[in-house]
């Protein structure tokens, strides 16, 4: 079902390692996020951000998947994106922000979501299989082991990480990636 609820949604898009040529590509649980925040509806109002280097071509496999523009929040390799993150985030202010559960290469702790969501006040809901935001809240759908679910409720802002059960991402289309913007 999607949302007629418009809200401001942030997608944290990083960049992933091809497993078997170990090319640079999008990120599994970052394009899973982001093809959640697609299926929400035209209510939704996406900002799509990366920490890192603008200038990386897998990051164009974001902008195949459907996205007009995003931002690029230009960082050195190495550095620790969390202050240039928050301060975006304090900035943007929004409803609802969507990340895989942790990076595909680097420091990938997986702890980036609870110190975003410490930093911004904001409820955090791991592993999550899909949303469906309201005005004040958020119904989630949590994948738990061997296959179960849980229902659950949350109030916004939100944090989400976005578990390898939500729905595939799409193909990234030649075409879009060369029309897309990155900021």
Avoid at 81 to 96: G, N
């Amino acid at each position: 079902r999607n949302t007629a609820v418009a809200l401001d949604i942030a997608i944290l898009l990083s960049i992933g390692r091809h497993p078997a040529s170990g090319r640079a590509c999008r990120a599994d649980g970052d394009a899973r996020a982001l093809e959640m925040a697609l299926r929400l509806g035209p209510g939704a109002r996406l900002h799509a951000i990366h920490a890192g280097d603008p200038g990386e071509p897998a990051l164009a496999d974001y902008l195949g998947m459907g996205l007009e523009q995003w931002t690029v929040l230009r960082q050195p390799a190495g550095a620790d994106v969390l202050p240039a993150l928050v301060e975006h985030l304090v900035k943007l202010r929004p409803d609802l922000l969507l990340m895989g559960s942790a990076a595909e290469q680097g420091e990938g702790s997986g702890m980036l979501a609870y110190l975003l969501a410490r930093q911004l006040g904001a409820t955090l809901l791991p592993a999550i299989a899909e949303v469906w935001p309201g005005e004040q809240y958020i119904d989630a759908l949590q994948a738990l082991p061997r296959g179960r679910r849980r229902k659950l409720n949350a109030p916004l802002p939100c944090v989400v990480t976005v578990d390898r059960a939500a729905a595939a991402p799409r193909q990234s289309a030649f075409a879009k990636a060369r029309r897309g913007r990155i900021i």
